[in-house]
């Protein structure tokens, strides 16, 4: 058995067979033990607090571990995820209304009371959620860092500042990741780079006169390279929802996953989640890929020398595990002439990543002045070389 920073791998979970999820807790209703008013979850906190009464509700199942799934088996039973399901129906445990969940969702609010609602996500997708990195940025906070980020942008239109002071809608949303960890083994074969320099002699007319001068020439050594790399990969992320652009959600990266707790529902409550949408099989893939690159930059610095070419790179992957986290983003929606756009907070760190408009005529005042600049000081430029006459 190997001990990892955010969690534990072991050969076998009651929980799962071929890392699939064979039970799960049953639909929560989240309403206070002592007076029956709707609770929600507060950043930070380790309780459900009631905001009416005090009480502080414990959350559920929050001593349950972390674990890493085998990946094999998985891989065999899931070569394919099916298609979503149609969105989840649900009945609010507060009001009785009866909705549905929007499209692709496991947790939401009801539209008649907004009490939260958190269904079993197992009917909709074959593998649970591992674990959740709960928010620790409470909801105002999240609005101040989009407006800062917001008002601090270059070559916004104006009209965008009175936008980040008013503030467009703000969502808690969980964004489902998959980590993978791996052991690697590898054999590499390439070809070493030196550069050196000859000294050649050229002739140039200079002032009407043939001159000889000697110049440097810079050439390459190439000496043949081969080796064997050994690396450890611990949580290398890929991002399964789709709702969010993915670069911008890779952006928020880095996550401090050692906060990851043992998956309960009480976490989500008052917040949205998504379903997974990538297949464990192709971020399996993705995870691949990163992999190499790592490996790749391993091999070049192994290699050494000024320039490296790898003519063959075999990789062995073992111990290869997973587990699926949902990551807390707040999701910050706005309309500006008449386009949509969206900013992302890092529910944990505050790091912040965002589309946003661009200002033309800003663009091409700072066009203009730079070419006025840079004309005068051509001008000045001449004048002190005694080229201009007066």
């Not at 995870?287 to 790749?296: D, F, G, W």
């Not at 320039?307 to 949902?326: A, F, G, H, M, P």
């Amino acid at each position: 058995m190997r001990v990892g920073p955010w969690g534990r791998r072991v050969e076998s979970d009651a929980r799962v067979a071929g890392g699939v999820l064979v039970s799960a807790p049953a639909a929560e209703t989240y309403v206070c033990e002592q007076c029956g008013a709707v609770l929600a979850f507060e950043p930070g906190a380790q309780t459900l607090t009631c905001r009416y009464c005090g009480h502080e509700n414990r959350i559920r199942a929050i001593e349950r571990s972390v674990v890493e799934n085998e990946l094999d088996p998985v891989l065999r039973r899931l070569p394919h995820e099916p298609p979503l399901p149609p969105p989840i129906a649900r009945k609010c445990g507060q009001c009785a209304y009866e909705f549905t969940l929007p499209e692709g969702r496991h947790a939401g609010l009801c539209p008649s009371c907004g009490s939260p609602s958190v269904a079993d996500p197992t009917p909709a997708r074959a593998i649970a959620p591992d674990g959740v990195l709960p928010f620790v940025i409470a909801e105002p906070d999240g609005r101040r860092l989009v407006r800062q980020w917001l008002e601090g942008l270059w070559f916004a239109p104006s009209r965008l500042a009175k936008e980040a002071r008013t503030g467009g809608r703000l969502e808690g949303l969980y964004v489902p990741h998959w980590t993978f960890d791996a052991s690697s083994r590898s054999r590499y074969r390439g070809r070493r780079g030196d550069v050196y320099y000859e000294t050649r002699f050229v002739e140039k007319v200079v002032n009407g006169r043939r001159v000889r001068r000697a110049v440097r020439v810079p050439k390459i050594r190439w000496t043949p390279a081969e080796g064997r790399l050994l690396r450890d990969f611990d949580d290398v992320l890929v991002v399964a929802g789709r709702e969010l652009p993915e670069r911008l959600v890779e952006k928020l990266e880095p996550w401090d996953l050692q906060g990851l707790k043992g998956y309960a529902a009480d976490y989500l409550a008052g917040f949205s989640s998504e379903l997974y949408k990538v297949s464990v099989a192709d971020a399996h893939e993705a995870a691949k890929a990163q992999m190499r690159a790592v490996i790749e930059q391993d091999a070049r610095h192994a290699i050494g020398g000024d320039q490296q070419v790898i003519e063959r790179l075999d990789i062995q992957l073992s111990n290869e595990t997973y587990k699926l986290v949902l990551l807390p983003v707040w999701v910050a929606s706005f309309k500006f002439l008449g386009k949509d756009y969206r900013v992302l907070v890092n529910g944990r760190t505050g790091e912040v990543h965002g589309e946003r408009p661009w200002s033309f005529w800003k663009i091409l005042g700072a066009l203009l002045v730079l070419l006025l600049v840079l004309g005068g000081l051509l001008l000045l430029g001449q004048a002190g070389s005694g080229g201009l006459d007066f």
